[in-house]
């Protein structure tokens, strides 16, 4: 089982980032799967779930109305767009399947002006 998480980077508030996660060496098509992040010197934070179907999601309250959780079977892909980045959004993000039996190697969103 590998995830591979990317797309983090630099960017100032009020903007947007996507991040990605591709999957490999299980169904992804099976388990649902997560994104959760650590900002620094804090714990684990879930901040989003996708079920296996693709139908029914949810968001942690901080980030409800400005990330969006998807998922592309097809590409064995997991999405996580996010809008209207604050300072508190910096983290290092990773994403996980369902059970968080296996984790991405995280990829860093740093939101300063």
């Known amino acids: 089982v590998q995830l591979v998480d990317s797309g983090g980077g630099l960017v100032q508030p009020g903007g947007s980032l996507r991040l990605s996660c591709i999957a490999s060496?299980?169904?992804?098509?099976?388990?649902?799967m997560y994104w959760v992040r650590q900002a620094p010197g804090k714990g684990l934070e879930w901040v989003s779930r996708?079920?296996?179907?693709?139908?029914?999601?949810d968001y942690a309250e901080s980030v409800k109305g400005r990330f969006t959780i998807s998922r592309d079977d097809a590409k064995n892909m997991l999405f996580l767009q996010m809008n209207n980045l604050k300072p508190d959004d910096t983290a290092l993000y990773y994403c996980?399947?369902?059970?968080?039996?296996?984790w991405g190697q995280g990829t860093q969103v740093t939101v300063s002006s």
């Open positions: 996980a399947t369902q059970g968080f039996s296996a």
């Open positions: 060496g299980f169904t992804f098509t099976r388990l649902g």
């Open positions: 996708i079920n296996y179907l693709g139908d029914s999601t």
